[in-house]
């Protein structure tokens, strides 16, 4: 029997906000009670969780006084020693109160922006007292319903303005601090300024300080937009951009379910999970996820559980698909190595752009060759569906 229980070097995290939430929805209100920062710590404890994720405000409640503050900090550092839970990443709730209702970092009026930047800080600030490296921005108010509003330039340039800002200044404090920035393209606004994991990567390189920022991609908010999640997940990858990453399962065209990880796509969670592993990713593995509105806490603990789980199932499916001797036979012969045509690949040179030029090729056989991918892919279903 495979053990899929999960373990500290899994990197297993979850949000205050994800087990946390009460089901509500623009439809209905909470289904299941409050819980406080420290009873959601030993909730991810019981189930099996490495970390744990807050918002400034799912720690600290935005009107506490400071006395409430200490003792909420208090009973959360309580639960954590006791729990051996660590908290790999903070982020700031720049979405909930009324002042963002047009945003944070780009809004029109400069009073919110100065609000935003300074809420901000003390969040920086909160996070790293309790331990975190990784600091998500996820701009959840940042667009426009009209573009009659605003100047989508004017964003862009507001929000690098904000960045190159807040880098300084986790610099300036020494913190240490990696910056992820995470897209949706709509939801809760009706449009979205950097919509996609793409848009992210292209605005990074535009900031004072490139080296810092990398992205926090999330499954279900490429699958709104209809894309294929692990390819934007491998191109941040590849340019050294891949700080974080939110897991849930999302059906395409929809509102922003957050469902369980893998329980939606599974062969897409494949081979994300395939990606994830080959590659040695080695941050946290996020779940940014909320159990069904249907469930108590025990269907709470259900999701959590089911989240981990499936991602370690999944693990093993790509360790028995990289081992599987047919598939890897596949694979050798779709990858063909040519050693006559291998000195005219690589860097331009003359030579190899008239060698090219001169080289004859005979479409016809080329494009005759099957390519064996129907096979390729039901080896795949077999392995996910236990046949194989
Ligand atoms: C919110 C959003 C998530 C973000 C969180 C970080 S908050 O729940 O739906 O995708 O990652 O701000
Ligand atoms: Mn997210
Ligand atoms: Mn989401």
Redesign the pocket.
Known sequence: MSDFSPKSEHKFTF?L?TVGSRGADPFGSAVRPHKTPAELVYLLGEVGAYGVNF?DNDLIPIDATPAEAESIKKDFRKALADTGLVVPMA?TNLFSDPIFKDGAFTSNDPKVRAYALQKTMNAIDLGVEFGAKTY?F?G?REGTETDSSKSAVEAVKRSREAMNFLCEYALDKKYGLKFAL?A?PNEPRGDMYNPTTGHMLAFIPTLDHPEMVGVNP?VA?EHMSGLNFMHGVAQAWEAGKLFHI?LNDQYPGRY?Q?LRFGSRDLKAAFYLVKFLEDVKYDSSRHF?AHAYRTEDFEGVKDFARGCMRTYLILKEKAAQFNADAEIQALLAEINTVDGALAPMFGKYTPEKAAALKAQAFDRAVIAGRGLKYERLDQLTIDILTGTR
């Open positions: 949000g906000w918002h982020t998500v996820w959840g995470e949706k999330e908010h939110d922003d957050d940014d």
